[in-house]
């Protein structure tokens, strides 16, 4: 959609593969160098989990990544996790510029895009869980003491000084520690999207903006997980590069994983002139869509996209483009899927549009990836050049690839006399798909309404709750199109929405025949960790611990390797795991076409998961909101969680409601954060 009022960055800073900070990092874009290399041992441990077959269990093929040395940025001494000092580097670079006590008195609010945890959550988890697992490991055997002695040393080993913080296991502490460097409060949450999180993390900002609910968002992206959780899943995916990423070439094998964060300061651009505060660019508007039943959930949809890049040139009245700073992550179908759509969208241009792909540098970014690519377009308005593909040789598509180019050497841009204007495109398992314009400020005035969102009453439509110790038999009376030996092995969370949505509709009456799958949104609230995931993590780092007992004491290693056996079965459906899947699973059940995402606001999220609805319903993002909540609660250690229920809430406007003779089971009054 167009907002109302374009939104300008004021603010931008980045921690990312081989730059340390903005400069950096047009540097290296400049430079077109990647910056792939092994893993280090102490995060990979090739010993246990390297192996160069592609079905291998429990292992994967690449041990590449692209991530950012730990002495340009990390300190032991402070106590902040590794992920939360990431953040603050790039942080404090974008804040700099701004003036002294710029922050006082303004309603804020943080929204950062995060698909994982910290890698080293991981070994936390298993410290937490130490005595359980310990006891389900020894239940499997006979000789319980002297099996115990031998366990106990080498799990203290392993994983005895893993942290006790749980903000390592929460990426929604990332917003409070924003909040307590600027000393602001107000809202703070992740959004999840996979790897498109950050484009929706700025969506959201940008909505927030546009509904003029607050002064000011901080947003953008952190990743800096690349834990052995990730590489096994895509593994079995067979979507590793085994050496490098070739974005849109056709001797591309897969992904490089990389971490990184990425931050931007959001304003309304008539807010931002009134102050005299630097503008970076300003965001004309972003397009987003949910592939439905069109794709797979990992597999990209040519139509969907194509929709979204259609959608968005019909708002903004030209199709016009000097660059797009593409998806693009090496997958070659994943590739093929959006070049496509990107020609076919982009056919009547006149002039050639320039393409790429960051990820053929720092790797993919996951969380953060729309963050960097958007920076990237950024720094390539500020100085008026494209930067170069090096690697480049031919797409696919071969000659066919019209209008767009990748450019092997930098272009300069700095006689054209318009404003520069970029695309940025990202997707994400689970289906989702993000298209936002970019357009260089050249001091223009025009077209910047104080207009007033439309307060139209939300109704809830829809409601359920469905505990989470239901019997099979119970879930086995809905003809959804899963196949069974698939279903059982989904998470749980995903199931139980399925289930709390058809008992949602069927209460209601509410058929989505009759109404625009379009503009049907889905989102899911609750911590950024799934039942499947940890189970994943458990099994993984348990691997580690049969290894380092395999060689002296066989028979307990046997015991670790039996239990981890019960734990997950490793194949190509663990990626499904993620929390983006359960509203891509819902979306792809039911065709529903409009956004999709996961929000993580601790055990907050139901109320912000609330809110969100409404700003979607608010700024015409959609007719319908869906979203599912997983009741949660902490076990005795504040890492464990415990999970009882699905609530599913439907929510539409009343003129909607009543348009559509929906049911009205109550109204919202306007919503307001604490």
Known sequence: MVFREPIAIIGAGCLLPGAVDISAYWRLLISGKNQFRKLAKERFHPDVFLSPEFNSPDTSYSDQAAFVDDSSFFSKEDPLPR????????????????????????????????????????????????????????????????????????FEDLFGNAST???????????????????????????????????????LAALTLDSRETDLVISGGVESNLGIETYVPFSHLGVLSRNQCLPYDERTDGIVQGEGAVVFILKRLSDALKAKLPIWGVIEGISSSSNGSKASLFSPSFESQKRIFDGLNQELGQSKVHYVEGHGTGTPVGDLAELTALRDAFSSAADPIYLGSVKSLIGHTKGAAGAAGLLKCLLAIKHRTI????????????????????????ISVGDVAEPLRMRVCSAGFGGANYHLAIREFQGEMQGLPQTVVPQDEICLVGFSQVSFNLSEPQLKGYSWKIPPNLLSNLDTSQVYSLLALEKAIESSLISFERLDKTQI???????????????????????????????????????????????????????????????GRVANEFDLQGCNFHLDADFSSLPVG?????????????????????????????????????????????????????????????????
């Open 83 to 154: 992920g939360h000092q990431m953040l603050l580097k790039a942080l404090k670079e974008a804040v700099d510029p701004l003036p002294n006590g710029y922050f006082s008195g303004k309603k804020i609010q943080i929204i950062l895009g995060c698909m994982n945890p910290e890698d080293l959550s991981a070994e936390s988890l298993l410290k937490a869980e130490q005595k359980e697992i310990i006891e389900a490991i020894l239940n499997q055997g006979k000789t319980r003491s002297e099996s115990l002695s031998i366990i106990e040393k080498q």
């Open 165 to 203: 913080d749980p903000s390592i296991h929460y990426p929604s502490s990332l917003g409070t520690v924003v909040h307590d460097f600027l000393k602001t409060h107000g809202p703070a949450y992740c959004a999840d999207s996979a790897c498109a999180s950050s484009l929706t993390a700025i969506e």
């Open 387 to 410: 930067p170069p593909s090096p690697y480049f040789k031919q797409t696919p598509l071969r000659e066919k690839s019209k209008p767009f180019l990748i450019n092997s050497t930098a």
């Open 521 to 583: 949104c889905i989102i899911s609230a609750s911590h950024t960790r799934t039942t499947k995931i940890e189970n994943l993590t458990r099994n993984l780092q348990l691997k580690k611990l049969e290894k380092a007992l395999l060689v002296s004491h066989f028979p307990e290693a046997a015991l670790i390797k039996n239990y981890r056996s019960s734990l997950i079965t490793l194949d190509e459906t663990s990626c499904q795991s993620l929390n983006s899947m359960t509203s």
């Open 610 to 674: 609330i809110k969100v609805a409404e700003l979607l319903l608010r700024n015409g993002k959609c007719q319908m909101v869906i979203l599912f909540n997983v009741g949660e609660s902490t076990k005795d250690n504040p890492i464990l969680i415990s999970r009882e229920a699905m609530s599913c809430w439907i929510f539409s406007t009343k003129r909607f409601s009543q348009n559509q003779m929906l049911p009205m089971l109550g109204t919202l009054d306007t919503i307001e954060y604490l």
